[in-house]
């Protein structure tokens, strides 16, 4: 099965500089396929930093944390099919796929 790429884009909420952690702090939208995906993101910098920098960093963030949640989340459903489908083949069981 062959699912095409599609694009996803970012949605930067208020970027927020955060001088406990030394970093801006924002909350990041992707939307990808109509749906809305939200994850909070974070840029170690200093509180001067260029503003360029500052969202080209916030956004790869937003990027990776939904490229690892998709995976995940795939990895997941590709286990689950798995256990039904050995549950389903296991004759102790009453194996629908063997009756």
């Not at 702090?25 to 360029?52: I, M, N």
């Not at 995976?71 to 459903?77: G, I």
Request: glycine content about 8%; overall charge neutral.
């Amino acid at each position: 099965m062959c699912i095409n790429e599609m694009t996803a884009t970012v949605t930067l909420g208020l970027a927020l500089y955060n001088p406990e952690t030394g970093a801006f702090e924002a909350k990041a939208e992707v939307r990808e396929g109509g749906a809305v995906f939200s994850y909070p993101v974070t840029f170690p910098a200093l509180p001067h930093a260029e503003f360029e920098t500052v969202i080209k960093g916030l956004n790869a963030q937003a990027l990776t944390r939904h490229a690892q949640a998709r995976e995940r989340t795939q990895r997941f459903l590709r286990d689950t099919v798995r256990a039904v489908i050995h549950r389903a083949d296991t004759p102790a069981l009453g194996g629908f796929l063997g009756a």
